[in-house]
């Protein structure tokens, strides 16, 4: 079983930054593909970016390319998305995610964080 505990999230104005965090129990954490998604008010989720167990691979929505960033410390178990140029329509909860395998996240993730909420006002 793995935990997943997000922090990070806050309010910002439009043009900020901000950097989340996902902290993950277990001994494996360097053998899973992690990632984030997101979901806004009255919205369904939606994928944001996620990482490969090395590192090597990472691939973001369109949405969020070139402004946002994912990378993990496996050291650490952690795994890190900056967000740069905030938008008022990056509002939402942002949810941690962790699959069994270690190639990129898959579209059902087998463990989920309990969300962190991100707010950027115009």
């Known amino acids: 079983q793995v935990q997943l505990v997000e922090s990070g999230g806050g309010l910002v104005q439009a043009g900020d930054s901000l950097r989340l965090s996902c902290a993950a129990s277990g001994r494996t954490f360097s053998n899973y593909a992690m990632g984030w998604f997101r979901q806004a008010p009255g919205k369904e989720r939606e994928f944001v970016a996620t990482i490969n167990w090395s590192g090597g691979s990472t691939y973001y929505a369109d949405s969020v390319k070139g402004r946002f960033t994912i990378s993990r410390d496996n050291a650490k178990n952690t795994v890190y998305l900056q967000m740069n140029s905030l938008k008022p329509e990056d509002t939402a909860v942002y949810y941690c995610?962790?699959?069994?395998?270690?190639?990129?996240?898959?579209?059902?993730?087998?463990?989920w964080g309990q969300g962190t909420q991100v707010t950027v006002s115009s």
């Open positions: 995610a962790a699959d069994r395998k270690p190639d990129i996240l898959s579209s059902s993730p087998d463990y």
